[in-house]
């Protein structure tokens, strides 16, 4: 999980985290995360979004 705190998490309750790439360097989108400038290109949005309600509808098949 990289360094993040969100594998406690997933520890007591199900739950998944993806790492949606929003770089565009055409667009200008170039600056990592917790950088000042950082900016994403949001037309990437759509695809992290349909991931998970993937992943939900594939949850709540198994239910």
């Known amino acids: 999980m990289g360094a993040e705190d969100f594998s406690y998490f997933v520890n007591s309750v199900p739950g998944m985290m ?4 929003t770089m565009n360097k055409k667009k200008g989108f170039t600056y990592p ?3 000042p400038r950082f900016d994403l290109d949001e037309d ?9 309600a993937r992943a939900a509808m594939i949850l709540l098949e198994e239910l």
């Open 33 to 35: 995360w917790h950088h």
């Open 18 to 21: 993806l790492r949606l790439g």
């Open 44 to 52: 990437a949005l759509w695809m992290g979004a349909a991931v998970m």
